[in-house]
């Protein structure tokens, strides 16, 4: 019994790392492009403050035919469909940019937030490599270097079994990382 226990949970254990291997493989692969993701995110995110509307634009478009519908009975309430506009502009302007922030949000911070989490586990699995190891995976990862241009500590070229086993060693590393992470 105890012995089918220590099976099952050597299977999950093996699981787990498999998928948190494929995780550290993905990310390495994928880092230069959520590089490049992030920094056009921030950027669509920073254009994106034009779609905010003024003061003026609210007027105007609240406004568009009101002066044709002015009423000439005076009485105690306002009568002016222009007065009434102007008096609601900041209720309506502040509902209206609220709906632009939403959509702001949506469509480029929640994706820039994943993105940046990404990049942050996966750079700290980086962190958490040392030696030779730790400067394959940055010339492989973050540099994007071929294989062959590998180079060692003494700015010579490394064999390919050299580099393969230091790639086999930091995706083991950082999956090593993901694993303590995602269990926090």
């Known amino acids: 019994m105890e012995e089918e226990k220590n099976v099952a949970t050597a299977e999950r254990n093996c699981s787990e790392q498999t998928d948190y291997l494929e995780q550290a493989r993905k990310l390495a692969d994928s880092y ?6 992030r920094d056009l995110l921030r950027q ?3 254009d994106s403050k034009s779609w905010f509307y ?3 634009e609210i007027v105007y478009k609240l406004s568009q035919g009101a ?19 102007v008096l609601n502009c900041d209720k309506v ?16 911070l929640e994706p820039y937030y994943e993105v940046c989490e990404q990049i942050e586990l996966f750079e700290v699995g980086l962190r958490s490599l ?55």
Do not use: W
């Open 93 to 108: 302007l502040a509902s209206m940019n609220r709906e632009v922030q939403t959509q702001r949000t949506e469509q480029f």
């Open 32 to 37: 230069r492009l959520l590089i490049h993701r």
């Open 67 to 85: 002066h044709e519908e002015s009423e000439h009975v005076q009485t105690s309430g306002l009568s002016n469909p222009v007065e009434r506009t």
């Open 130 to 184: 040392r030696g030779q190891t730790r400067l394959v995976a940055e010339q492989l990862f973050v540099e994007g270097k071929k294989q062959t241009e590998i180079t060692g500590a003494d700015g010579n070229n490394l064999t390919r079994r050299t580099v393969v086993r230091e790639k086999k060693n930091a995706l083991v590393g950082i999956a090593d990382t993901i694993c303590r992470y995602q269990k926090r």
């Open 54 to 56: 003024t003061k003026e």
């Open 44 to 46: 669509q995110y920073e």
